[in-house]
């Protein structure tokens, strides 16, 4: 990728993404970044930052993320 030149993000490059890396935590972060902002799917967000964590257990990104996530959600309880 040339700088300044744009990825377009969609699940298809998140997949692809994860069928070459699945055992990388930022890629996983980065999907459930995308989950999250982009289509607004929080459980599925919540697996991806958890997967994440699971594969690097320090990753501050995965465990901020986590931690936002839940912030927001009334009752996290049903999403674990």
């Avoid at 744009?6 to 998140?14: I, L």
Wanted: hydrophobic share 35%.
């Amino acid at each position: 990728q040339m700088a300044g030149q744009r990825v377009e993000q969609t699940n298809e490059y998140h997949q692809e993404q994860i069928r070459v890396k699945p055992d990388s935590a930022e890629t996983w972060n980065n999907y459930g970044v995308y989950l999250l902002e982009r289509k607004h799917k929080h459980a599925d967000a919540i697996v991806a930052f958890k997967k994440a964590l699971e594969l690097e257990p320090d990753n501050r990104n995965a465990a901020a993320n986590l931690a936002r996530i839940m912030g927001k959600l009334p009752n996290n309880d049903a999403l674990q």
